[in-house]
């Protein structure tokens, strides 16, 4: 006779039927009580759980962990991180804008508001041209990150539409990876669809995508951009001046936007910050110009990026 597996049992243990109605005719009724309960789920498939404030700091795990586990996955070492305005369309949608906008202020010429679109609306037509140089950058990185032989060197991005979108499309036209970091806002903000979409990740939390955008980063470059753009370039000089990452390339498109923006001669006249802290940060008005200038930053500190020489291309 053939003995049964040992992992197999012959007989039922006691808990593995409910409570027979011949002795409780209400014990279904309550079973079924008992298993609707929130209480009775495991913790980690108790959304109302995970969602408590108590569990915050669980969340935050679990942000840092999913995106870490991809970025290994897909051996992403090192990553080229891009911000800019959500605001700057391609130079086509920004005068199909600037068109709507002129045919409204027309048909109310009196309308302060409808004025006011039309200003901006002009500006932001202007600056399209960012949009371009946003995109031509994608494509430099996107053939450095082709070569994976040293892990993969990778655009980086918000995620969402304007320059980032931009950057994402630039590596998407030469076949690269390229990643989205998207944060959930109370109106949702849709992915730009150039992300690689196992690489397009969402995050509850400000903090743990910031964490994630310094993390593995070997160059910033920023684009003309408004309160977030402009929180997370400072955030990075800030890291980088007080030593708390290591230094980076960080690079700003478009001086005479940025130079309006702040005035850091003028924190330095000040003594609010250090005359050398005003190596931490390049300007550059093209797409090969900024890259150059990343490239020849590692080149110089004796740690070059893991992709062919831009002269090579």
Same mark, same amino acid.
């Given at each position: 006779?053939?003995?049964?597996?040992?992992?197999?049992?012959?007989?039922?243990?006691?808990?593995?039927? @409910?409570? /027979?109605?011949?002795?409780?005719?209400?014990?279904?009724?309550?079973?079924?009580?008992?298993?609707?309960?929130?209480?009775?789920?495991?913790? /980690?498939?108790?959304?109302?759980?995970?969602?408590?404030?108590?569990?915050?700091?669980?969340?935050?795990?679990?942000?840092?962990?999913?995106?870490?586990?991809?970025?290994?996955?897909?051996?992403?070492?090192?990553?080229?991180?891009?911000?800019?305005?959500?605001?700057?369309?391609?130079?086509?949608?920004?005068?199909?804008?600037?068109?709507?906008?002129?045919?409204?202020?027309?048909?109310?010429?009196?309308?302060?508001?409808?004025?006011?679109?039309?200003?901006?609306?002009?500006?932001?037509?202007?600056?399209?041209?960012?949009?371009?140089?946003?995109?031509?950058?994608?494509?430099?990185?996107?053939?450095?990150?082709?070569d994976r032989g040293d892990g993969c060197t990778c655009i980086?991005?918000?995620?969402?539409?304007?320059?980032?979108?931009?950057?994402?499309?630039?590596?998407?036209?030469?076949?690269?990876?390229?990643?989205?970091?998207?944060?959930?806002? @109370?109106?949702?903000?849709?992915?730009?669809?150039?992300?690689?979409?196992?690489?397009?990740?969402?995050?509850?939390?400000?903090?743990?995508?910031?964490?994630?955008?310094?993390?593995?980063?070997?160059?910033?470059?920023?684009?003309?951009?408004?309160?977030?753009?402009?929180d997370e370039l400072f955030e990075i000089l800030e890291l980088?001046?007080?030593?708390?990452?290591?230094?980076?390339?960080?690079?700003?498109?478009?001086? /005479?936007?940025?130079?309006?923006?702040?005035?850091?001669?003028?924190?330095?006249?000040?003594?609010?910050?250090?005359?050398?802290?005003?190596?931490?940060?390049?300007?550059?008005?093209?797409?090969?110009?900024?890259?150059?200038?990343?490239?020849?930053?590692?080149?110089?500190?004796?740690?070059?990026?893991?992709?062919?020489?831009? /002269?090579?291309?």
């Open positions: 006779m053939t003995e049964p597996p040992a992992d197999e049992r012959q007989r039922s243990l006691p808990g593995e039927h @409910p409570k /027979s109605l011949h002795d409780d005719p209400g014990a279904a009724e309550a079973i079924a009580r008992i298993l609707a309960s929130d209480s009775y789920r495991e913790a /980690s498939e108790d959304l109302g759980f995970l969602n408590e404030e108590l569990t915050r700091g669980l969340r935050l795990q679990l942000e840092y962990l999913k995106a870490e586990t991809l970025l290994r996955r897909h051996d992403i070492r090192h990553t080229i991180v891009v911000f800019g305005s959500a605001r700057v369309a391609e130079p086509q949608a920004a005068r199909r804008r600037l068109d709507e906008s002129m045919a409204a202020a027309a048909a109310k010429p009196g309308d302060a508001a409808a004025q006011q679109q039309l200003a901006a609306a002009k500006r932001l037509a202007e600056i399209s041209r960012y949009y371009d140089v946003a995109r031509a950058f994608g494509r430099l990185v996107g053939r450095c990150g082709a980086m991005t918000g995620g969402g539409p304007g320059i980032m979108e931009a950057a994402n499309r630039g590596a998407h036209d030469v076949g690269a990876l390229s990643i989205g970091l998207n944060i959930t806002l @109370p109106k949702e903000q849709f992915p730009n669809p150039y992300v690689t979409p196992e690489l397009a990740l969402r995050f509850r939390y400000f903090a743990m995508r910031k964490f994630h955008f310094a993390l593995r980063a070997k160059a910033l470059v920023v684009f003309p951009g408004g309160f977030g753009t402009m980088s001046q007080t030593r708390k990452m290591p230094p980076v390339p960080v690079v700003l498109v478009g001086e /005479s936007y940025w130079r309006h923006v702040f005035n850091p001669d003028f924190l330095a006249e000040q003594g609010m910050i250090d005359p050398e802290d005003l190596r931490l940060f390049s300007f550059a008005e093209t797409a090969e110009a900024a890259w150059r200038t990343i490239l020849d930053w590692h080149e110089r500190r004796g740690e070059p990026l893991p992709c062919a020489p831009l /002269s090579a291309r």
